[in-house]
């Protein structure tokens, strides 16, 4: 288990947003740092904390995101409107991985031959798939277009382990809790436990030492984990320094 970091971006600044507000008129906001996006790709390079994720929420972020990852290189992956198009530009500025969405799920469904074009031309070791998801009718399925959009694509060993062969880890955001700082979504993290094939970083609702243990203790030890809204950098009220310290105890053991 890893503590994975994060730099959200939109409109240029790192925020703090509850992900399912994202684009609507009542956009709720959590966090505004004054700080620079390369500026915290710094400090996590600073703390050795490696495999966190630099996300565009929307466009006109590029520029940010790649002075980030400029500051980091080979240190974070990046996200938000990733195709293959552009996804060289953010490795060759020093992305480790591309995080794709929406672009191979297309019109409600996984498009195979979207996922074997990105796969194809960034390398399944440099891509990571977005599979955020939500339950409807007792299961989990994913969801696109900043999460507006549910597809057909179920959370399931059969389904994610069809994926192995084309990307190198999984992201996976708990839709309905994101950025609220009230708690983990726990079914959802027995699922990823189940989910053996590949590399997963949850995250979603983390708001304390607790959560991470019972992430830990539900994903029997194998499910890595980024926070957000609930640390102090970002405004909220979990000691960063803590948990990097939490980190460099698991290295040296």
Not at 30 to 49: C, M
Not at 75 to 93: K, S
Not at 174 to 199: F, M, N, R, S
Request: aromatic share 8%.
């Amino acid at each position: 288990m890893k503590f994975r970091p994060c730099i959200d971006i939109h409109d240029g600044k790192v925020k703090q947003i509850v992900g399912s507000t994202l684009g609507q008129g009542g956009m709720v906001e959590n966090f505004i740092s004054d700080q620079t996006p390369a500026w915290f790709a710094e400090k996590f390079r600073h703390d050795g904390l490696t495999g966190g994720h630099v996300i565009m929420l929307g466009a006109g972020n590029e520029k940010a995101a790649i002075e980030a990852l400029s500051a980091w290189p080979n240190g974070m992956q990046v996200g938000g409107g990733i195709t293959p198009r552009n996804a060289n530009v953010f490795l060759d500025a020093g992305a480790s991985h591309v995080i794709v969405t929406s672009y191979v799920f297309y019109e409600g469904s996984l498009d195979q031959g979207r996922l074997e074009e990105i796969s194809d031309e960034v390398g399944k070791l440099r891509l990571v798939l977005d599979l955020s998801c939500a339950k409807r009718d007792g299961k989990y399925f994913v969801k696109t277009d900043r999460w507006s959009k549910w597809t057909d694509f179920e959370m399931n060993p059969k389904n994610v382990c069809l994926l192995s062969d084309y990307c190198d880890e999984l992201l996976v955001h708990a839709v309905d809790v994101e950025g609220k700082k009230e708690g983990i979504d726990a079914d959802l993290v027995q699922v990823l436990a189940t989910l053996t094939t590949l590399p997963i970083t949850y995250a979603g609702g983390i708001r304390s030492l607790d959560d991470v243990r019972q992430i830990d203790d539900l994903g029997n030890h194998k499910i890595d984990y980024t926070i957000g809204s609930a640390l102090d950098i970002y405004g909220g009220n979990m000691c960063y320094d803590e948990l990097v310290n939490l980190q460099n105890e698991k290295k040296e053991g």
